[in-house]
């Protein structure tokens, strides 16, 4: 039994307009949480189809539990869990019913009425599909990926379009995930939820993976652990004289500068006074530790949810 | 994989069951085809042909004898001053007309409706002999009898009996191309079908419980079209039950089948369309739903017989209309039997979950 959940070399895929996925390697350990970044179009639902088996990749290799496709198709289906970005069922198909159904689909599943305390559905349990909410549809397509108690579950934007309770219940079950030992990989534009689940991260731009590892060594390969943050009561100003003044970056966002720094402390006191000096029109001031968005900002050179 | 192909066919059974819309047309649809076509065509042949009779300015004992004759040979007969004639003739609604030139009449056809006008000319030109003949009072001309039979000699059954198998066929073509293979294009770019390709569920479980289902719709259905058949036009099955179902199975099963292998060669609903009138349109014209294709060449209709729809209409209506066995129509039931197959194995090699 090989050691990974997933191996993946060179992957590729080009649509007659883009190159959605230009060559990428990954490699997620078994019990491991990974989590895939980028912003919209990077080509993170491309990747996890092609490693699915629903989108046949141009080039590359992937191996699932040690298996391929070519050879062990029916094995993998049976062994993952797949919640895709958007799962359309049939009109009329209840929850109750569609859990049951996809349930005899695998040698071995979940009872319905236990995934149905997991993901809160209830008192929905006899509704039909169409008449579910946007977040109630989520939920179920949740629950199907794990009606086979899944090694690998492949959770594509879970979170999206969730309430915060339903959020952290989703953030629940993928830790109970990870304890029972299974593996998951997942997509997010949330960057506090990768910080909060992921053991490992990737961040992917144009179809390829730009920076990999740990939330904690991302932000420590920034090497700026603070940022400065001056808010304006509506647009911020054009920064440019004030950041030669200060003789250092200002980061121009919506309604605040961002002025990353190695040394707040010495910053500070001469961030202020150059400030009063211009007379910059600023409310407060804020100071923060980087983040996984300022290690996304800086790696895309784009906001998460641009 | 029984109890898998069992759960998909009650799955798709609920799933249908709670489409109001869609099971009413389904019914609907095909009933509403044949009390249409019953009530026209329910005189038996088909209504009387009509000449229009241009009323000479003084009607002579001559002219009296011709419309005493047409009369007789079952022609409607319409009799018209000249001017409201022309204005007919003109709005091209007049498929023969009879008027007086010089000593004698003459014949006028409308080249579009040949079909009526042929026959129409043939029985005016009888009534003339009929006439002439009383006129020199000399022995009346005797006529060949005519004696109306169905081919199995079961009992003289009408147009419409004729027509109930061929709707039947017609409705399970329609099934098949527009109902499943129609159905299955749109969910396909709905992708509806795309959760389930994540999943071991094998293709052919999944499109046999589809056909099982259709299958099972398709008769009852039948069931339906049988029951109004008999009770507003008197037309019974005259085969065995057993035979007719056998039959009908067949034939949906192999047009199911078509129209999920077709499905399996359209990108888009819009493709799909084209493709299914392609064949939708030949096979109704050329597969003797509604009158033989006798007069064709002969290579067509040897080819028509290699299509589904005609060994599978003429073998319905020798059950159906007179009582015939299954014995005699093996070849015909082979030719269904093996586009029923044929296609369904295309259909699993072609169908694709997105
Ligand atoms: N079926 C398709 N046909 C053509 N182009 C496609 C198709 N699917 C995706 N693309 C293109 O490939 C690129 C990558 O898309 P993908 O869905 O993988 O992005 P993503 O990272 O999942 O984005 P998002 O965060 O918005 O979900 C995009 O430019 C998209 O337009
Ligand atoms: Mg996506």
Redesign the interface.
Known sequence: MSESALRIRGLRKAFPKVVAVAGVDLEVARGEVFGLLGPNGAGKTTTLEMI???TLPDAGEIEVLGRTWAREG?EI??R?G?Q?Q?????N??TVR?ALD??G???PKARTTADLLDLVQLNDKADA?HVTLSGGQQQRL?LA?ALVNDPELVFLDEPTTGLDPQARRSLWDVVRRMKAEGRTVLLTTHYMEEAEALCDRLAIMDHGQVIAAGTPASLIAQLAIPSVVELTFDGDAPDPAAFAARLGGPVEQRADLWEIPTRDPKALLPRLLETAESEGVPYQQVHVRRATLEDVFLHQTGRSLRD | ML??IW?QFV?EW??YL??KGAMFWTFAFPVVMLLGFGIIFRGGGGPKLTVVYVQPAAQSTRDAALLKAMEEVQLKVLPLAPAEAEARWAHGETAAEVLPEGEGYRIRLNSYLMAQGGPTAGLVNQAWLLAQARLNGSPEPRRIPVSVESPGGKKASNYAAFLLPGLLGLNLLSIGLFSVGMVNVSYRE???F??L?????PKWIFLLGQVLQRLTISLAQAVVLLIVGWLAFGIRNQGSYLDLVVVMTLGTACFMSFGFALSGFAETSETYAAIANLFFFPLMLLSGVYFTLDSAPHWLQRSVAFLPLSPFLSTLRAVFNDGAGLAGHGMGLLVVGAWALGAFLIAVRRFR??
Do not use: C
């Open positions: 699915e088996g629903l029916k289906r049976a993952i797949v895709l958007s799962t359309s069922l049939f009329r198909i019913e159904l996809y005899t689909y695998y039909y397509a199907l | 109890m898998m759960r799955m609920k799933l709670r489409d709905k992708g509806k795309r959760r390709a994540v999943t071991p569920l979950w997105n």
